[in-house]
């Protein structure tokens, strides 16, 4: 079993950017997918970007390509989520989560989820 938490969350202005940190312990995040997911106020739970176990971003919403990177360090077994061109509309609790499948689709696939950590933008 892996226990995850996030940090790295905080207040930005529109255009900034954000690092944040998922770190893992228990077990190795390599041996996971590994995703970051967000939720906003009033709205459901949408997936971010995803990384395989080779360590390359498997996926990302089309509404931060370009924008968010997932990377992950081994060593301090740890994911991130770079967050560049920040917007108001990023405004949400950020979670990290693992996943057992190869290729997982949607969050009921993740196993094992972080408390989160809150991300705001002000424009």
């Known amino acids: 079993q892996v226990q995850l938490v996030e940090s790295g969350g905080g207040l930005v202005q529109s255009g900034g950017s954000l690092r944040l940190s998922c770190a893992a312990s228990g077990r190795a995040v390599s041996t996971y997918v590994m995703g970051w997911f967000r939720q906003a106020p009033g709205k459901d739970r949408e997936f971010v970007a995803a990384?395989?176990?080779?360590?390359?971003?498997?996926d990302s919403a089309n509404s931060v390509k370009g924008r968010f990177t997932i990377s992950r360090d081994n060593a301090k077994n740890t994911v991130y989520l770079q967050m560049n061109s920040l917007k108001p509309e990023d405004t949400a609790v950020y979670s990290c989560?693992?996943?057992?499948?190869?290729?997982?689709?949607?969050?009921?696939?993740?196993?094992?989820w972080g408390q989160g950590t809150q991300v705001t933008v002000s424009s």
């Open positions: 989560a693992a996943s057992g499948l190869l290729r997982p689709f949607t969050a009921s696939q993740y196993n094992y």
């Open positions: 990384i395989g176990r080779s360590g390359y971003m498997i």
